[in-house]
């Protein structure tokens, strides 16, 4: 049963800490999506990947959120140094992008952030 | 840029009754896709219907169906016999040439 999977579930940390987020994409899918859920703000799109090349970050704070995939079966999403208010669940989501392909994203389970 | 506009935060209705969630959205694109994700309790992600923009017929999955109105660009969702399991966020979604933008959801209860 194909699905994204992403670590840590969850991660509690102090500002100013460095956080990793990893997701593994379905196999065999092209774009990469990371998005940041927030009750006041819903789902914000920080960055995308297709083919492995990023392609669009400008929803990121450029000057602490990372976003790279080192191969095709990875993505990460660093955050350093992290602060309160990075407190949110991240989501992965991948999908396939070409032809007529309709292109819905399978998402991950999310990681839950707290930043104390 | 493209926007989603999800104007009911909030509904709730009685189990067995039909529902309809509102979407619109703003686009210069001609071919694009529009979703519907359901986010239960337990927070994951599940894509309930689909529609491609260059086709006229309303998508259907079961009790759920859209009111796809690509010149008005309106995208509703229709629930049907609503189930005690529909409780959700719901979001409706725009995908155009690469990203897929989110609204800020409607929080839907079905009531027993």
């Known amino acids: 049963d194909a699905r994204v999977t992403q670590t840590p579930r969850h991660k509690v940390t102090e500002m100013g800490q460095e956080v990793t987020m990893r997701c593994q994409p379905i196999?065999?899918?092209?774009?990469v999506f990371w998005y940041r859920q927030t009750m006041m703000q819903g789902l914000e799109l920080l960055a995308y990947?297709?083919?492995?090349?990023?392609?669009?970050d400008s929803g990121m704070p450029k000057d602490r959120f990372s976003a790279e995939m080192p191969d095709a079966t990875l993505a990460t999403l660093k955050i350093q140094p992290s602060e309160p208010r990075d407190s949110a669940v991240y989501f992965c989501?991948?999908?396939?992008?070409?032809?007529?392909?309709?292109?819905?994203?399978?998402f991950g389970e999310g990681s839950r952030l707290t930043v104390l | 840029a493209q926007t989603v506009t999800q104007s009911q935060p909030e509904m709730s209705v009685q189990e067995a009754e039909t529902v309809t969630l509102s979407c619109t959205y703003d686009?210069?694109?001609?071919?694009?896709?529009l979703f519907w994700y359901k986010q239960p309790p337990s927070r994951q992600m599940i894509l309930v219907i689909r529609?491609?923009?260059?086709?006229?017929q309303n998508a259907t999955e079961n009790r759920f169906s859209v009111n796809f109105q690509k010149a008005a660009k309106s995208f509703s969702l229709k629930i049907s016999d609503s189930q005690l399991g529909d409780t959700a966020m719901y979001f409706c979604?725009?995908?155009?040439?690469?990203?897929?933008?989110f609204g800020k959801g409607t929080r839907l209860h079905i009531l027993p």
């Open positions: 979604a725009f995908r155009g040439d690469d990203k897929i933008i």
């Open positions: 686009t210069s694109e001609n071919n694009y896709y």
């Open positions: 989501a991948s999908g396939w992008r070409g032809g007529l392909a309709g292109g819905e994203l399978f």
């Open positions: 990947f297709r083919n492995r090349a990023p392609l669009d």
């Open positions: 196999l065999g899918h092209n774009t």
């Open positions: 529609q491609e923009a260059y086709k006229q």
